[in-house]
């Protein structure tokens, strides 16, 4: 249950993430795409951090030292999907406000 879409009746950005982290786990990534583009993509993120948890030290800490060093590409890389997720989320409303008037 989503707060913003109850109190607006308009979906909010990430609304159907969640199923659609479900369906991408199960395999059924039409779905997922379907309930949120998004998903996949926050599942094949969650999977890389969850497995580079379990790297020796010595790997995790060259890891790390990668990204600090390309950090500008990172920087713009998590500004980018930002934008993208909100965007998408911006043109949902409005799609879905058109829909229903």
Do not use: D
Request: glycine fraction near 6%; charged fraction near 10%; aromatic fraction near 18%.
């Amino acid at each position: 249950m989503c707060f913003f879409e109850s109190a607006t009746h308009v979906p909010c950005p990430g609304c159907g993430m969640t199923r659609s982290l479900s369906c991408a786990i199960r395999g059924m990534f039409s779905e997922s795409w379907n309930y949120h583009p998004f998903g996949m993509f926050i599942l094949a993120l969650f999977l890389f951090t969850a497995a580079q948890s379990l790297f020796p030290k010595s790997k995790r800490e060259q890891l790390a030292q990668f990204m600090e060093s390309h950090a500008q590409f990172f920087n713009r890389f998590y500004a980018s999907f930002v934008i993208a997720f909100i965007g998408f989320g911006v043109l949902r409303a409005l799609t879905y406000c058109v829909r229903h008037l």
